[in-house]
Nanobody
Framework: HVQLVESGGGPVQAGGSLRLSCTASGNIGSVNYMGWFRQAPGKEREGVTITNTEGDLGVYDDSVKGRFTISQDLAENTLYLQMNSLKPGDTAMYYC????????????????????WGQGTQVTVS
């Protein structure tokens, strides 16, 4: 049974930075893709950034390109999201997600393509 625990969220002023962490416990040997998603009040959950377990892929939503960076430490079973130059529009609950089901034909960008989710960490930019 895999559990994901996010941390690092909180209030921050516009222009500031935060680093989110997502630590997985349990057997994640079958994971092929990992990502960060976010959901603002009244809006659908959206993809922020996706990577693979090889660490040679980084796909970013246009709204965060050049400001956010995804990274991983597989030895620590931890996924990171470095967020710089934060804007009020980045305010949302941020979730990490892992895909452990069959290897997809293409990079999975939709939330429904991920089967393991954390509880979320709130980021509020003012």
């Amino acid at each position: 049974h895999v559990q994901l625990v996010e941390s690092g969220g909180g209030p921050v002023q516009a222009g500031g930075s935060l680093r989110l962490s997502c630590t997985a416990s349990g057997n994640i040997g079958s994971v092929n893709y990992m990502g960060w998603f976010r959901q603002a009040p009244g809006k659908e959950r959206e993809g922020v950034t996706i990577t693979n377990t090889e660490g040679d892929l980084g796909v970013y939503d246009d709204s965060v390109k050049g400001r956010f960076t995804i990274s991983q430490d597989l030895a620590e079973n931890t996924l990171y999201l470095q967020m710089n130059s934060l804007k009020p529009g980045d305010t949302a609950m941020y979730y990490c997600a892992l895909r452990s089901v069959a290897f997809p034909a293409e990079c999975p960008a939709r939330p429904d393509q991920y089967d393991l989710w954390g509880q979320g960490t709130q980021v509020t930019v003012s």
